[in-house]
């Protein structure tokens, strides 16, 4: 399938909740999704060989989401939130890709205020988590969120929004 004319309706046909427990809960608010346009040669050398780079108007995309998450459960409803490790913030840099045809997303880096979180992730799901130190302050509607990474290479992410309006639930 050529990949580069998925419609709308391709794209988001695919994205149904998969049979099963859950293995983790969370809730995320006070993000911003962001994309930058960048060529898929130029992102060919960081994503495995099987995975074929997602292209949405002709281009590959790169995404930097900072958000907080809180709520956080593993193997939900069993277990309760763990005062201390429920709650995060975070920063994923990541791109959109395919295997088998099944859309999906790839993270580049994920940096996270949790070295618990950062563990685990790193040791059971073989994620790019990061230590980093975050911080978030909110006036009114508008958020500044720093990101200073604490393990190496070293990065850092500093940025300012501000809260729209909310937008209705969307439906297929």
Known sequence: MNREHLTALDRTAIRERPDGQPLMHQQWGKLLFMHWRIEA??????????LEIDTFDGTAWIGIIPFTMWDIRALPPFLPAMPGL?????LNVRTYVHYDGVPGVWFLSLDCNSSPAV????????????DAEID???????IDYAVRR?????AGFQG?????????????
């Open 150 to 154: 604490i393990d190496d290479p070293p």
């Open 136 to 142: 978030l302050a909110q006036d009114g509607n508008t």
């Open 119 to 130: 563990i685990a992730a790193r040791t059971f799901y073989h994620l790019p988590y990061y």
């Open 41 to 50: 040669r130029e992102l060919r050398s960081l994503i495995p060989a099987q």
């Open 160 to 172: 300012s929004w501000n809260i729209g309006d909310t937008i209705p639930f969307s439906h297929p």
């Open 86 to 90: 429920s709650s995060a913030h975070e």
